[in-house]
């Protein structure tokens, strides 16, 4: 369930401004101390908004960890479609993609 | 004091962060509704302002999740998120640690609530405080029901909060107002953001504001989750309102879907007897 700990590690990110600098600093040091799957520490690391939405990151936290990765609304928007498109319907959590 | 002032309305981040991707007519038109509650609430002369908000993984997370808290600090700071991209400028606002102390106190008796005495505004609080109370000058207490992460509180827990809410606001000295802010139907956070159920919020708040708790809390979170997202389970903040308010009817003031805003954008007031 290491699902809750990719979710721990964007919500401290998104509280900690420190953690933020740390973290674009030495990115290895602060993934190493949460307990990962190596696809998670490769999505967290490469900001693969589609992968950490399909894997079923809470929507509020990864909507402000791909604004702090740099994309902007539309560009994050995408990233989940294409990770859907990629990788299938989202796997955990209340905020799968629906039919329109 | 009786409570002063009891109202409601809509929170999400696109409503300052996004100004410019709505339609320019409906955005206008629901600033004005924003200004007209403001001028609602100030009618009411508070003291203090508490805020019934739907965290979002900001302060409370799932290692230690509560149902229900309220802060207790003589300040708090705001938003948490990037400026730019909310839209609003970080600063500090009031709170009071007495008031939310003999608060709390009160609604222990009815409520297990938790109390943090550090909580950081997110968009849930900062936007309707960038509309209702724009010089940030006065103190608010934040109250917070978990609607992100089931298991969440059943809906008449929450009217039960707003219930207790109330008749801690009722016995204190000062003049309190209280307002509720969370999504209607939506989808925020996902691709379909911008969806909005329009039948299913008007059902809604025709609910609210004749504040008949039984069809008040008929949903069950699946249904709620299938037809209104799960943004939906944010009514919660809707219906502590209402609890607040039991025995009195409301009004919708707005109610427009913004798909820009991700949202069915709403301001509405209850009608507190003799205020």
Known sequence: MSLYYVQKLLYQLNRDAELRRRFAADTEAVLSSYELTAEE????????????????????????YAAFRGLEWGAYLEAMREGVRRHGPVRAGVYAMVQD | MPLVFAGACSHAPGITGRAERADPAARDAFYAAFDGLRQALEAARPDALVVVAAEHFANFFMNNMPAFAIGMAEHYDGPIEDEAWLGIRRRRIPGDRDLSQRLITDVMQTVDVAYAEEWLFDHGIMVPLHFLTPRFDLPVIPANINCQGPPL??????????????????????RVALIGTGGLSHWPATPNSGKINEAWDRDFLARWAANRRDDLLSYSDADTYRDAGQGGFEIRTFIAVAGAAEGATGEVLFYRPIPAFAVGCTTAVMNLAGR
């Open chain 1, 41 to 64: 520490r490769d999505a967290v690391r490469a900001a693969d908004i589609g992968l950490l939405y399909v894997l079923g990151v809470n929507g509020q936290l990864l909507m402000h």
């Open chain 2, 153 to 174: 509180a059943p809906l008449s827990r929450a009217y039960e909060f707003g219930r207790a809410l109330r008749r801690a606001c009722d016995g204190v000295p000062e």
